[in-house]
């Protein structure tokens, strides 16, 4: 008996965006790691790549990051 089951039929307003098809998709139709999600809209889904390049920038700025990795300290922020 498997672990975990894989699901095949998303819920119903359940959305996803794939990476390797750059489509939006209803229930996860391709594979986990192939794609980001799940959105509570079939909009949200379509901006999900300008969202996760928002995401990085807001990251890449973060002083608190940066500030991490300057020390000895070898652990993530928090």
Same mark, same amino acid.
Do not use: I
């Given at each position: 008996?498997?672990?975990?089951?894989?699901?095949?039929?998303?819920? /119903?307003?359940?959305?996803?965006?794939?990476?390797?098809?750059?489509?939006? +998709?209803?229930?996860?139709?391709? /594979?986990?790691? =192939?794609?980001?999600?799940?959105?509570?809209?079939?909009?949200?889904?379509?901006?999900?790549?300008?969202?996760?390049?928002?995401? *990085?920038?807001?990251? +890449?700025? =973060?002083?608190?990051?940066?500030?991490? *990795?300057?020390?000895?300290? =070898?652990?993530?922020?928090?």
């Amino acid at each position: 008996m498997a672990l975990f089951k894989k699901r095949t039929v998303g819920k /119903p307003g359940e959305w996803f965006y794939c990476l390797e098809h750059k489509t939006v +998709e209803e229930g996860p139709d391709c /594979p986990a790691k =192939d794609r980001f999600g799940p959105y509570a809209s079939r909009q949200e889904a379509e901006h999900a790549m300008e969202t996760a390049k928002e995401r *990085n920038v807001q990251w +890449e700025n =973060d002083p608190r990051w940066h500030e991490a *990795n300057r020390g000895d300290d =070898d652990s993530p922020p928090t």
